[in-house]
């Protein structure tokens, strides 16, 4: 009964911890760090209801940022362009940067923008946040905001089928990657744990473990440790020694014998070119940066001027994934499904108008609850108190222009 307890409790402390790392690292990351690495937009993941075995595309941009941490490693090295859900929840189809395809790793220059897709296949049924991620070589995974995709279980028939997932081989074999190989692993385990329970039998039989040996010996006086040994001790040892390089020497020929034709895994690095981003003839100073801690909002000042002849209405900020739109524009577009949107958590001084030919110092207002929900509160314990973010704006026409902002920034505590 108590034993019965204890596991149901165990059992319930798991499920409490589980429900805790629900964030996938959306807020625990430093705030700065998502702040100025990877500007994330554009982000559409459809559909976001699906079977087991369906198709699921996501796609959005990046923007690497010109203010990237000196002392987090770079993605100049190497980056993965790769997707974040919980376990072998879908297959990875296929990825694509600026319409190369990325099934290998890359390196993306500052200041870019690069425009990705990625095709996934559902595997296992539940609800899960789907996000884009970029593994940073020595940097760790720089993560994009999530959306929840639905898999439902197949009905009738089709749901007692196993799932599969075929490839065809350069050798022209059809083979189902869930359960190619499976026996062999299986085997090569069970001959291993077997030879490890052998060896740890024989010490046990005998009685003498760590504990019980180092004990004999500190009695004994260190240079009598040798006589510890026995002639039995030694063979037995010597035995289990050449057994196992036996065994593996033995794998290696069977499985050169079982599968003789392979190549090893591909290490080498895709090249993508990427874009420039759409910046307009606005000119943007920023003066100042400050972020008010009980009003959980960022204040920019900064000088916009217009060089175009167009006139230009400031819609949107984005930083740390978080995107502050200005209710006053209508030309921003939200996805289904998407997250982390302060509707009405951007406001300008003038509405954001800038007519052509006008030089105007600006106040703008990034402020929503978003800030302490993704806990970006964290600013005032950077040592590198900077910001950074995008700032998009848009012409008459409603086309979108956009460029990078950032500098210094001071927390205000009242
Ligand atoms: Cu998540």
Redesign the pocket.
């Known amino acids: 009964m108590v034993v019965n307890r204890l596991f149901i409790m165990a059992v319930l402390m798991l499920t409490v911890v589980a429900s805790e790392v629900?964030?996938?690292g959306?807020r625990a990351q430093l705030a700065s760090m998502r702040m100025r690495t990877v500007h994330w937009f554009d982000l559409n993941v459809s559909p976001l209801n699906v079977k087991v075995g369906d198709l699921v595309t996501v796609t959005g941009k990046f923007y690497t940022s010109e203010l990237w941490p000196n002392q987090l490693p770079s993605p100049e090295d190497t980056v993965y362009l790769n997707i974040g859900v919980p376990g072998p929840t879908f297959i990875k189809l296929d990825a694509s940067v600026n319409e190369v395809p990325m099934v290998r790793s890359t390196s993306f220059d500052l200041g870019k923008v690069y425009e990705y897709s990625l095709v996934l296949r559902a595997r296992i049924p539940g609800r899960y946040?789907v996000?884009s991620l970029l593994n940073v070589k020595d940097a760790g995974s720089l993560v994009g905001k999530?959306t929840w995709v639905e898999v439902s279980e197949l009905e009738g028939a089709a749901a007692d089928q196993p799932f599969v997932n075929e490839v065809t081989t350069l050798t022209g074999e059809t083979i189902d990657l869930e359960t190619y190989g499976l026996g062999d692993i299986f085997f090569w385990h069970v001959v291993w744990v077997i030879m490890g329970i052998a060896y740890l039998v024989y010490w046990l039989v005998k009685r003498e473990l760590f504990i019980p040996r180092f004990l004999r010996i500190r009695e004994m006086g260190q240079e009598q440790a040798d006589k510890i040994l026995t002639r039995r001790d030694f063979i037995v040892s010597a035995c289990f020694f050449t057994a196992t390089l036996a065994l593996i020497l033995g794998s290696y020929l069977w499985t050169e014998n079982k599968y003789p034709i392979t190549i090893p895994l591909q290490t080498g690095k895709v090249e993508v070119e990427g874009y420039e981003a759409p910046v307009g003839d606005l000119q943007i100073e920023v003066e100042s940066a400050r972020y008010e801690l009980a009003g959980r909002s960022l204040t920019i000042n900064a000088t916009l001027t217009n060089k175009s002849d167009q006139v230009y209405s400031v819609g949107e900020f984005l930083t740390a994934n978080i995107r502050f739109l200005n209710p006053s524009v209508k030309h921003n577009n939200v996805n289904p499904g998407e997250e982390m949107v302060a509707a009405q958590g951007l406001t300008v001084t003038n509405k954001g108008i800038v007519a052509p030919g006008e030089s105007l110092e600006v106040e703008m207002v990034a402020s929503d609850a978003l800030w302490e929900q993704y806990r970006m509160t964290g600013l005032i314990n950077d040592p590198d108190s900077r910001f950074a973010g995008l700032l998009f704006y848009f012409d008459q026409d409603g086309k979108r222009y956009y460029q990078e902002i950032g500098g210094p920034i001071l927390p205000k505590f009242f």
């Open positions: 629900a964030a996938h959306e946040h996000h999530g």
